[in-house]
């Protein structure tokens, strides 16, 4: 039974324009009609531009500096709770339900 409004096609319609589309004509397209992309406005420059000698090169320096970078991991419980904490301890405790939550490194799957 047809319901109303239904416009959505049925799988085997949506099989049937997906292989008649794959099989359908190939149109090649030769590399060299093909238009270079533009420039991006902030690319780094890894060389000199043909139209720019070393003489009109401005060179400025910046003093390099040291950081840190602070890793801060969020631990989801089922309950629903979650929270933050710097270090990555195998196993909290939830602070809405005090269950013990086992945790993996990152990366790492559950068993």
Not at 32 to 54: C, M, N, W
Not at 74 to 85: D, L, Q, T, V, Y
Request: net charge positive.
């Amino acid at each position: 039974m047809a319901r109303s409004g239904y416009t959505e096609p049925r799988p085997v319609m949506r099989w049937f324009s997906g292989l008649r589309k794959r099989l359908g004509p190939t149109t090649y397209v030769d590399w060299s009609d093909v238009p270079d992309l533009p420039e991006p406005p902030y690319r780094a420059r890894l060389t000199i531009p043909a139209e720019q000698g070393p003489d009109g090169v401005e060179v400025r320096e910046r003093e390099v500096v040291h950081g840190k970078m602070r890793t801060i991991y969020e631990i989801h419980c089922p309950c629903g709770k979650r929270w933050f904490n710097p270090r990555l301890e195998t196993v909290q405790l939830c602070p809405r339900c005090n269950r013990a939550v086992l945790l993996n490194p990152p990366g790492m799957t559950m068993p």
